[in-house]
């Protein structure tokens, strides 16, 4: 095959089942005919009927396929490649590739055991920390290889959930510019449910709504999985029309959790999996703050990375196995204390009963005193790292305000989209706030970073979409107007602890106060256990313990709040054991 002619592919000329469409594409790229096939048999073998798989024989012409694809309107799934050479006007195949297709999922072709090989290695480090790559996947010993399949099925499967259209799930239909529409859309994805969105003026959208006797009137309505219309649904509606259960209780629970992120989960888990009657109540989506983050790629055990939906949903699967309970889209708003016992007040006007009570509610993103911002919010203006929104600004210059991890990994994940990305912080580096290995990755992404600085001001010159933003130098105080279509704001994160009863103790900011801490705060009157301290993560109230970002002190991280939501049990068990009568 000369260079720049079409690949062989199988499955030629096949469409979709689902779509009428071509089905998306495997680019497979090797100069030696041997390791060629040892990739294409087996992917032929097991992908063939749902992908093309096409081949090319040096990285020249996987580009010139590459771009054939994109001008004939396909999709590019996967591309393995042993070759990361540079390419004319590309730096390699993998960096075509995902210049044409953002969501296209790459890995390197090594041997195996060429890991002990420094060469090899310290090219697999460079393209990952350069984000040329997304992994390494050693080639196929025999057949089947299972571990092959498993990498490139992980591929398939995060390309599949970044694309969010090969499942016949759930529709969005509503005005891109709407908070309401963006609301439902980062739910169902938070919950990891295959969600499409349309606008309401668009053909499909007209046809679907003729069909079903529906009128647009300005509100969003979501089409489920079984086909069913809901107009402006509320959080609970949606959230009961995808299976997730809202009702609560009418016993008192051993343990009731408030908050789902990664602690609460975590000690969802340890609870249920001793055996404690075990009830988690979530006001928003599962996962918290972590869950809208795109790719966490320091959490132990997960090489390669996970997004904080798949972290979230795997930890809340695991809690329902043991046996934990869930009210999904229920906000706790109160607490009152009951001899010895806890009643939280759920908005709504119900109580829930609990002999002990696990608070990992975490903080949200403080609003900025910037006017112009507050017109857009939820539409172009967004608090917290939402990957939801990133394949939407295409074509878009988007800022990040924070200095943060949660920043970095939005800034990383919106680089695979808009036309430019940059970071807005007050101080004069990333340095003291961001891990080192995230600003690596963001300088090789071409995201850009703008220090001194604050957001001020924002507004529209001609339309009623974001299309600037007033920045202020937080030395000299000069103002420079920025082109921006939409704003990530990840900055001044504070708990919300005002529901609590006053015996909590808490600090100036609202963090609650945990351990030994207690004692050393408010004296031994704000301590209402008695003659023993608190214990670690036990707050000024007995059976009332605080884990992960609500509580002061705590570490910024997804594996300490894990760690802190695993560890709090044993303290909630010896409570319990303490008041077994009570």
Not at 154 to 179: C, N, T
Not at 359 to 386: C, D, E, I, K, M
Request: hydrophobic residues 40%; negative net charge.
């Amino acid at each position: 095959m000369s260079a720049g002619s079409p690949g062989r592919e199988e499955a030629d000329g096949m469409d979709a089942p689902d779509s009428g469409r071509q089905p998306p594409g495997i680019l497979v790229v090797s100069a030696d005919p041997k390791s060629r096939a040892s990739l294409l048999d087996p992917l032929r073998r097991r992908y063939a009927l749902d992908y093309r798989i096409i081949d090319a024989e040096n990285p020249t012409s996987g580009v010139a396929l590459i771009d054939q694809l994109r001008a004939s309107g396909g999709d590019l799934a996967l591309v393995l490649s042993d070759d990361a050479s540079p390419v004319d006007g590309h730096e390699n195949v993998f960096a075509a590739a995902k210049r044409a297709f953002p969501d296209v999922r790459r890995g390197l072709v090594i041997e195996w055991g060429s890991w002990a090989d420094r060469t090899t290695a310290d090219s697999v480090l460079q393209l990952m920390s350069h984000v040329q790559i997304d992994y390494y996947v050693v080639r196929p010993l025999h057949s089947p290889d299972e571990s092959f399949h498993r990498a490139v099925t992980d591929f398939l499967r995060e390309w599949e959930a970044s694309v969010g259209k090969r499942h016949r799930g759930f529709l969005v239909i509503g005005d891109d510019a709407q908070p309401r529409t963006h609301g439902l859309r980062t739910l169902l994805a938070r919950a990891g449910v295959p969600a499409e969105h349309v606008a309401a003026d668009s053909p499909d959208a007209m046809s679907l709504l003729t069909e079903s006797g529906l009128d647009y009137e300005g509100v969003p309505i979501v089409r489920t999985a079984d086909g069913r219309m809901l107009v402006d649904p509320d959080d609970s509606e949606l959230a009961r029309a995808y299976g997730l259960e809202t009702a609560l209780p009418d016993r008192t629970v051993d343990v009731a959790v408030v908050g789902a992120g990664p602690g609460g989960l975590a000690a969802a888990v340890y609870a249920a999996s001793e055996g404690l009657d075990t009830l988690v109540l979530e006001g928003e989506s599962i996962g918290g703050q972590a869950g809208s983050s795109s790719l966490i790629r320091n959490y132990l055990g997960f090489s390669r990375g996970v997004s904080g939906s798949e972290l979230a949903q795997r930890a809340y699967q695991q809690a329902w196995v043991f046996g934990a309970r869930f009210a999904h889209t229920r906000r706790v708003t109160g607490m009152r204390l009951a001899d010895g016992r806890f009643e939280l007040e759920v908005a709504g006007g119900e109580t829930v009963r609990a002999r002990a009570v696990v608070l990992a509610t975490g903080v949200s993103y403080r609003r900025l005193a910037a006017p112009g911002l507050q017109p857009f919010v939820g539409a172009s203006v967004f608090y917290g790292a939402s990957s939801v929104e990133a394949r939407a600004q295409a074509g878009r210059d988007v800022l990040v305000v924070g200095g943060g991890n949660s920043a970095g990994q939005a800034g990383l994940h919106l680089a695979r989209y808009a036309r430019s990305v940059s970071l807005v912080v007050r101080g004069p580096s990333l340095a003291a706030s961001m891990s080192s290995y995230l600003i690596e990755q963001l300088e090789a992404a071409g995201v850009g970073l703008i220090t001194g600085a604050r957001v001020v001001d924002a507004g529209a010159h001609e339309a009623d979409h974001l299309d600037y933003v007033v920045l202020e130098r937080t030395e000299s105080g000069e103002r420079t107007e920025v082109s921006a279509q939409a704003v990530f704001i990840t900055i001044g994160a504070r708990p919300h602890t005002e529901w609590l009863a006053p015996e909590v103790l808490r600090d100036q900011w609202g963090s609650v106060i945990t351990g030994p801490e207690v004692l050393q705060e408010g004296g031994r009157r704000a301590w209402l256990g008695g003659d023993r301290g608190p214990a670690q993560h036990e707050t000024s109230v007995p059976g009332f313990f605080a884990v992960g970002d609500v509580r002061r002190g705590s570490v910024k991280r997804v594996a300490s709040a894990v760690g802190e939501g695993s560890v709090v049990i044993s303290a909630v068990h010896a409570h319990l054991g303490a008041h077994a009568g009570g």
